[in-house]
């Protein structure tokens, strides 16, 4: 018997959130999750679903002018309507809303559509003025976009209002050079807007390997994307016909109709009440948690972005889903940090898993690194005059496989399977070993030069 309302309260209903309630129960725990927004969290509703979608939605216009040098007959003039993919997309949304709710009720998991806050070490308190009581605190509550602070900047959007425009902007300058500035460039200028990039630094997707950057520079660049590097913001001034003035240092001003920020995001701890439990937060926000999700608060754990680690969805369910094994289901399970595969849905997408080829020079000394830099059938056929990269890092004593980074069409499918082999620490004779399957993108990677 416990003298607590719940076994476990989890605060978020995201992807690491639900996992860890929804198993944490099936393990036979007594679970409530409070969500003030909508069930699905950042991944579902605002992020990586829709964003997929929207992607899909504008590779059709590269799709309809590649179709035409395969035979098809389609009109010189195709019309593409805003309106009729942002309500599909945000059908969908409201279905997986619904399939994640209906996961949590159908194993007995209370939610509760309130904001809660930590109000002691077992305590939350909930909007409608009920505290509720807890022997297990789990924060799951994400993160926001964070927006640099400069005059104008509040005529600024972030992605989360992108799914929601009334039209696709003619011009929108996009600030910061990462996951989501890439990601929306791509499809914003499919959609037909031109598209301008502006990044503190002189870098695009930092962390990612700088040959694969590179490619999907030029390639944005021959596109018609507009790239300003090294340029400050200094004020946005909004005119009278509506048109946005940005002042950048080192560049012109730059006039658009809607610029979006995608500047990083920051966890989602303030007003929380983390200190009423004496829970630590680290210099940007984020609960400090040891490696079995526990912070300096006995009681109170924290999974996803809110304790900004690795800020992917795949890691917060896999955190959550740790949580809930080691302290409900009798198997104490750590998550493994190692070779996590990530993809930028650029336009074309680029994915990669393990050490980039600087990383793997300064922790392995001697390496060895084979390519494949070539134009996909398809695009040949097409008339398009876009190359795919692919490069290996290997450990120059071993041959073992430590990185592996790509560029070109549905490159993140293929890395996904590619990563197992990486993760298991095959080598590249042993990829070599494999007969290609032909005729494939994905038979370069064990024909690596
Ligand atoms: P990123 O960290 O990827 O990129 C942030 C960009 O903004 C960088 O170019 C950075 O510059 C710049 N920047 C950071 N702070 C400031 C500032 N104060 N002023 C001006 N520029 C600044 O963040 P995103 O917002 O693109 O995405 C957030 C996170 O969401 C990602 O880290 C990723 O983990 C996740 N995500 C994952 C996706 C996926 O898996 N496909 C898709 C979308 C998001 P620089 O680095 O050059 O210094």
């Not at 300096?296 to 740790?322: F, H, K, M, W």
Request: net charge negative; proline share 4%; hydrophobic share 40%.
């Amino acid at each position: 018997m416990t003298d607590y309302d719940y076994d476990l309260f989890v605060i978020g209903a995201g992807s690491g959130g639900v996992r860890a309630a929804r198993v944490a129960a099936a393990h036979g725990a007594k679970v409530a999750i409070a969500e003030e927004y909508r069930v699905g969290g950042t991944c579902v509703i605002r992020g990586c679903v829709p964003k997929k979608l929207l992607v899909y939605g504008a590779h059709f216009a590269e799709d309809l002018k590649d179709a035409r040098r395969f035979g098809w007959n389609v009109p010189a003039q195709c019309d593409f309507s805003w309106s009729t993919l942002r309500g599909n997309v945000m059908e969908e949304v409201d279905r997986i809303n619904g399939a994640y709710t209906q996961t949590l009720t159908s194993h007995h998991v209370e939610i509760i559509a309130a904001r809660a806050t930590v109000a002691g070490p077992h305590e939350v308190a909930l909007a409608d003025n009920r505290t509720v009581t807890a022997k297990t605190i789990l924060v799951a509550v994400g993160a926001h976009p964070s927006i640099p602070t400069f005059p104008g900047h509040e005529h600024g959007i972030t992605s989360n209002e992108a799914f929601h425009l009334p039209d696709v902007p003619k011009r929108i300058l996009i600030a910061g050079a990462g996951y989501i500035a890439n990601e929306f460039a791509g499809l914003f200028h499919q959609f037909g807007a031109h598209v301008i990039i502006v990044n503190r630094t002189q870098e695009i997707l930092r962390g990612y390997d700088v040959s694969i950057r590179d490619r999907l520079l030029q390639i944005s660049i021959m596109k018609g994307l507009e790239f300003r590097f090294d340029a400050a913001f200094q004020k946005i001034e909004r005119g009278d016909n509506n048109c946005l003035t940005v002042h950048m240092s080192n560049h012109e001003p730059a006039v658009v109709d809607c610029v979006m920020f995608a500047t990083g995001r920051s966890p989602n701890t303030r007003g929380l009440g983390l200190e009423t439990a004496g829970a630590e937060l680290d210099q940007h926000g984020a609960i400090v948690v040891d490696a079995d999700n526990r912070s300096t608060c006995e009681s109170l754990y924290a999974v996803g972005d809110v304790t900004n680690r690795v800020q992917l969805t795949p890691v917060a369910i896999r955190e959550g889903q740790a949580f809930a094994d080691t302290l409900y289901g009798g198997k104490p399970t750590r998550v493994d940090y190692d070779c996590i595969p990530s993809a930028v849905f650029s336009h074309p997408p680029l994915a990669g898993v393990g050490l980039t080829e600087a990383q793997a020079k300064e922790k392995l000394g001697s390496v060895r690194v084979y390519t494949s830099d070539f134009r996909p059938m398809k695009n040949v056929l097409a008339g398009r005059n876009e190359r795919s990269l692919y490069k290996m890092v290997c450990d120059g004593e071993t041959g073992r496989v430590v990185g592996l980074h790509m560029i070109g069409p549905d490159v993140p499918e293929i890395l996904q399977a590619a990563a197992i082999a990486v993760k298991a620490g095959l080598t590249k004779d042993q990829f070599d070993d494999v007969v290609a399957l032909h005729p494939t993108m994905a038979e370069e990677l064990v024909l690596m030069k």
